[in-house]
Every structure is written in structure tokens, then in C-alpha cells.
């Protein structure tokens, strides 16, 4: 069996350069940091999709270029909307998108243990020690979690009180809000440190209900910046919390999590979405205001990524789930990181995409060309070329007898001279694609006709006699004769015919299930037009009963196959001994570069 292509298939070319990249190389000139290190820090509440595949790029692939560290964590500061599953998907699906990659870059901790956050001075100011998957193996490590640092950040928080940086606040969340729309200072915002260190720890003890009080950081009502106008960082849910259980009843904010957390771990680069510049000036105003001991660290954004004929939405995404349109998270026409592995893309080509489209500050929409056109360049370099008929017509080879079987000899790959040769058999009764054959052919067509020939891929050429029908009047097979000299090798080897078709022998051939996926939109910007749902594509999955060359009984997981002339395929997580079933990752052309209606 060959094995997986291993000099396949990274885009080689210098690391990428854009801003972010520049502003690093600039700190590692300067020796400002010991270490470069980043966090990808999803929130556990979805799966992950193709745009954090370029968070995660982008973060893995910075630790990697200049020896870093990325750390992995949960930014899980919200328990009602988060779960366990979520951890557990984005965990497998960062491991799959980095592997061979950038694994040993990857910041985790030992399996089940709260981090030693170590307290450096007395003062709140706590570290974890950088820790990378090298430290431990793989199986026994975990990501981090926001939410083991809630001890650490339920003291920066006092600091800030006694700091007298931050305030209890009375208000209900509607008058907080309809308060900071209006650049109006909340009637506590004066109360004493004492009063609010204690209606702190009560919050803490439980003895108010969701709602009552939150923690303000006092900073500026009047700001421009409505994330500056006393921004909430604690309130109270008494929700249990899927890692910290019922220890909580006070959760941090986001931007009270976030900096602080990146502080903990040390991290020198949080690089996040645009989005989040307008949350930088209360970013540093936290960390300042700490009066923190080490160099703090410093948010950069970028444009996030938006891409043609899909929607990301967790909200969206979701809702196809829900209403039965797509089979789950993991179906193969989704932009979900497991969608695109189950289809068969590799982690090469999603990276090589990643650093193809580049890091800007502009947000705009990427073509979804792009994607393909790193998915098709990186399965022409390693997939095993097999010949399989999606929608079989019979032929019979007249002179050749029954029982009858030619060994012939096929390049798997001609793109990798190591992938090698195998043996495929021609008998008597072979399918080749019906398209492949015209009774009427068209101007211009140079497949099957009666009385025409074509060359079979890595066989010979055929000539059609007749064609049988039954009863109906439909074609039930075609009688050929096979000019056993035209093969490679033969006497009439260097005999011309314009058409080259595959085939497969029937008797030989195995049945597989074939899932033939396209573009789940069928306009560039689903969102953009009304609802999004009445641009699904009903083409976007058809299901045929292929028949495959019999190597492909020993069909691989791991591997990649172009079936000839037809498209890329690997195997669905569903394929078994004896029932094979294969995804199209994609076509061997963009069929949709013209964008022509579809009938
Ligand atoms: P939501 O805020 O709706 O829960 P999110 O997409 O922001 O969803 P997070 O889990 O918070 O999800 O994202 C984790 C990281 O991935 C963040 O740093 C975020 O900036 C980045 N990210 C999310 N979506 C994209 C995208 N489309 N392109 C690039 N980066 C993204
Ligand atoms: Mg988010």
C-alpha cells in the first residue's frame, strides 16, 4: 500500500510578511521580549469555521516563525452559552489545522490540572509558566481556560476597587446601558472602597440575585469611546459553569478577562479581529491601572476573514443545523474546520489559503476561488489518480472472451514519481460514463459514437458496433471491438483517436456511494439579499452509485484520489468494510468561473 505523500505539499515560499509580522520583527530586533508568544482564545460556544482557521494561522504561524509559543485557550467567561462539546471540537480541530505544522508551538497544560499561577510580589501581579506540548504528550494535555484564572482575576478586581479604579454599581443592566448611551455617571459611582469591597464579596458569597449589581471600572463617562464610559466587568449569574462548575456565581467581562489573561500567560502579541480596536484604549487602561510588574501585553487587529458563498455566523450556522438544511456541524458543504476536514481538504491547503489571502486592516470579501485554488493545488500534488464511473453504461468487447482478464499497468501519480504503479484488470464487460457516450453527438464531440472510437485511459483503443437497447428504447449496452495493438508498447501504439475516456471492469469494478457536494449558496453574499436561506443551492448535494477500479477496495482514510477526469474525492467518516462511500472535495476545474444560471 503507498503511503501517504509526504513531500506534498506546503506552499515554500518565504514566510509571509504583512504588518503584524513587521511590528514582531521589529520587537525580536529589539530583543524587547524573551519570548514571542500568542494565544488563539476561542469562546466555547460553536464550532470553529474557516475564519478562525486564519486566526489560528496567523497565531500558530508567528509563534513558528520566530520560535515562539501559541497558547491555546478557552476565553469561557460566559457559562450560559458554553459547553464541553465546543471545547472538545475546537481542540481537535486546532490539533488537525497545526499538525505537522506547528504542534510543537502549541501552549497547553497538563489534563485536568488548575495552572500553578504563581504570585510574583504580593501585589496581584500572577504568572503561569510557559508550558508547550513538548512538556507533556499530547494525549494527557489540555487547552487553557480563562476560567482557571478566576481566583486570579476576582483579585485584580479588588485591586482595581482599592485602587479606587473601580465601583459596585446598583443599576439594573437597562439603566446601565440607557446610563452610558448617555454619557451619564451612575449615582454609586462615588460610593466608598469600603462599601464596594464589601457589596464585592457579597456579590462573590451569593447574597444578591442575576442582575442587581455589577462591577464598573471607573473611567470616563464622558468618553468618546463608549467602551470607556464605565464599562461593566463583573456581574452576577448564578449559572454552573462547565468547567468551574458551582464555584462561581460572578463572572469577569470579556474585556476584564481577556488582557488579563493574555497577562497571566505571559502573552507579548493578542492579535484579534478589528472589531476589538475600539475595546484596545480599555484593554490597556486595565492593564495600567494595575499597576502591573512585567511588560504587559499589547492588541493588534486585523480584518477578519468573509468569504464568497458562504455564511459564518454562529447564529446562522446554527440555525441550518436546526432546521435540518445541513446533516450537522461536520457536513462537508459547511465552512466548519470539521465540515472541510470530512470533505477532504488538508490542513496544507487550508493553511496554504491562510497565507495566500494575507493579513490586512481592510475587511472585504475573499472569493471563494481562492480556497479552491489552494484545495485543487495541493490534491494535484498528492492525490492518487483512480479511474471510477460515477453513472455506468455497459460495454462488451466483443473479442475478447470471457473470463478473460488484462493486467494493465497505471501510474498512480504523475505529479509524484514515488507514488508508484499499480495493476488494473480489462475483461470483457467494462462501464465507462454514459455522458462519455452520444448516440447524436454534437459538433465537436471526440468521446463514444456508434461507429467511433476513443482510447480507454491506460488501455486500448475501442471501436462502438452497435448499440443494444431494450424494449423501451433505452441503452442497455454498447458492443465494441478492442484493437489489442493500439496499447503502449503494441504495434499500432502510435495510432491517433481525439478522445481519451476511463472505464472500469465491470466484473472487477467495486460499488461505492459517491457524494458529489457544491457550493451550499448560490449567490457570493447569501447575507447580503434578505434572508440568507432562500440562496441555498438545491444542487449542492447529489448522491451516486459509482463503480470503482478495484484498488479502491483498500481505500485509505489518510489518502487523497483523483478519480481521472472527474474530481478530487477522499473517504467519508461513514465509509466501512464493504460499503465505500467518498466525498468530492472538489472539481478538477471551477465550474461556476463563468457564474452562467444553473439549469
Ligand atoms: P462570537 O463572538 O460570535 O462568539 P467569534 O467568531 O468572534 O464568535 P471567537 O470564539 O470569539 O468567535 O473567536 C476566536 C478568535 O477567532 C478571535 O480572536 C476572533 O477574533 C477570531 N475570529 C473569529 N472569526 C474570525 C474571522 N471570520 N476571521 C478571522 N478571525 C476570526
Ligand atoms: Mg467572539
Redesign the pocket.
Known amino acids: 500500500m503507498t503511503e501517504p505523500n509526504k513531500n506534498a505539499v506546503e506552499n515554500t515560499t518565504a514566510t509571509p510578511s504583512d504588518f503584524i509580522r513587521d511590528i514582531v520583527t521589529q520587537h525580536v530586533a529589539e530583543k524587547r521580549y524573551p519570548l514571542i508568544h500568542t494565544r ?7 464550532y ?5 482557521a ?3 494561522c496567523l497565531n500558530f504561524g508567528i509563534a513558528r516563525e520566530f520560535g515562539g509559543v501559541c497558547n491555546l485557550r478557552m ?1 469561557d467567561t460566559n457559562p450560559t ?1 458554553e459547553d464541553i462539546e465546543y471545547v472538545e471540537s475546537i481542540q481537535e480541530d486546532v490539533n488537525w489545522l497545526i499538525s505537522g505544522w506547528a504542534n510543537d508551538r502549541l501552549g497547553l497544560k497538563p489534563k485536568g490540572k488548575t495552572p500553578e499561577v504563581t504570585n510574583t510580589n504580593g501585589s496581584p501581579d500572577f504568572i503561569l509558566p510557559a508550558t508547550t506540548n513538548n512538556d507533556q504528550p499530547a494525549s494527557n494535555s489540555e487547552p487553557f481556560y480563562a476560567s482557571d484564572y478566576f481566583n486570579q482575576l476576582f483579585e485584580y478586581a479588588v485591586a482595581l476597587i482599592r485602587k479606587g479604579k473601580a465601583f459596585v454599581c446598583d443599576l439594573t443592566p437597562d439603566e446601565t446601558d440607557e446610563y452610558r448611551r448617555h454619557a451619564k455617571e451612575s449615582p454609586f459611582r462615588n460610593r466608598s472602597v469600603e462599601e464596594s469591597l464589601d457589596l464585592f464579596a457579597r456579590m462573590k458569597a451569593g447574597e444578591f440575585p442575576d442582575g442587581t449589581r455589577t462591577l464598573r471600572a471607573k473611567i470616563d463617562v464622558a468618553s468618546p469611546n463608549i467602551w470607556l464610559r464605565d464599562p461593566l466587568i463583573y456581574r452576577i449569574r448564578h449559572a454552573e459553569h462547565h468547567h468551574t462548575g458551582a464555584q462561581w456565581c460572578i463572572y469577569p467581562m470579556y474585556d476584564f478577562a481577556h488582557c488579563l489573561s493574555d497577562y497571566i500567560e505571559s502573552i507579548t502579541h493578542s ?3 478589528l ?2 480596536e475600539v475595546h484596545r484604549p480599555l484593554y490597556d487602561w486595565i492593564l495600567e491601572s494595575l499597576g502591573l510588574s512585567r511588560l504587559l501585553p499589547k492588541q493588534y487587529e ?5 468569504l464568497g458563498y458562504t455564511v ?4 446562522k450556522l446554527m440555525q441550518l443545523v436546526n432546521e435540518g438544511l445541513v446533516t450537522g456541524w461536520d457536513d462537508p458543504r459547511r465552512p466548519t474546520i470539521c465540515g472541510i476536514r470530512r470533505r477532504g481538504v488538508t490542513p496544507e491547503a487550508l493553511r496554504n489559503f491562510a497565507y495566500n489571502i494575507g493579513i490586512t486592516k481592510y475587511n472585504g470579501l475573499t472569493d471563494v476561488a481562492v480556497l479552491e485554488h489552494a484545495i485543487r493545488e495541493d490534491l494535484n500534488k498528492r492525490a492518487l489518480r483512480r479511474l471510477v464511473v460515477l453513472r455506468p453504461i455497459k460495454v462488451v468487447i466483443t473479442n475478447l472472451d470471457a473470463g478473460r482478464t488484462e493486467e494493465l499497468d497505471a501510474v498512480n501519480n504523475p505529479e509524484d514519481e514515488n507514488a508508484g504503479k499499480r495493476k488494473i484488470p480489462f475483461s470483457r464487460e467494462l462501464y465507462i460514463e454514459r455522458d462519455d457516450f452520444a448516440e447524436v453527438p454534437p459538433p465537436k464531440y471526440f468521446r463514444l459514437r456508434p461507429g467511433g472510437e476513443v482510447r480507454l485511459k491506460y488501455a486500448f483503443i475501442i471501436k462502438c458496433d452497435e448499440v443494444v437497447k431494450d424494449a423501451a428504447g433505452k441503452i442497455t449496452e454498447l458492443r465494441c471491438t478492442a484493437d489489442f495493438e493500439s496499447k503502449s508498447g503494441g504495434a499500432n501504439a502510435g495510432r491517433k483517436v481525439k478522445g481519451t475516456i476511463h472505464w472500469v471492469s465491470a466484473t472487477h469494478s467495486v460499488e461505492a456511494e459517491v457524494r458529489l457536494y457544491d457550493r451550499l449558496f448560490t449567490v457570493p453574499e447569501p447575507d447580503a439579499e434578505g434572508d440568507f436561506k432562500r440562496h441555498i443551492n438545491p444542487h449542492s448535494l447529489e448522491v451516486v452509485a459509482a463503480r470503482c477500479e478495484p484498488s479502491l477496495k483498500e481505500a485509505d482514510p489518510r489518502m487523497r484520489y483523483q478519480f481521472e477526469r472527474l474530481a478530487y474525492f477522499a473517504l467519508d467518516k461513514e465509509s466501512m468494510p464493504g460499503k465505500l462511500v467518498f466525498n468530492r472535495t472538489i472539481t478538477l476545474k471551477d465550474n461556476w468561473a463563468k457564474e452562467a444560471p444553473r439549469s
Open positions: 488563539f482564545p476561542p469562546e466555547p460556544n460553536g470553529l469555521h474557516i475564519g478562525h486564519k486566526s489560528i476565553d452559552k492579535i484579534c479581529t472589531e476589538f486585523f480584518a477578519r476573514l468573509s459564518m455566523s454562529k447564529r
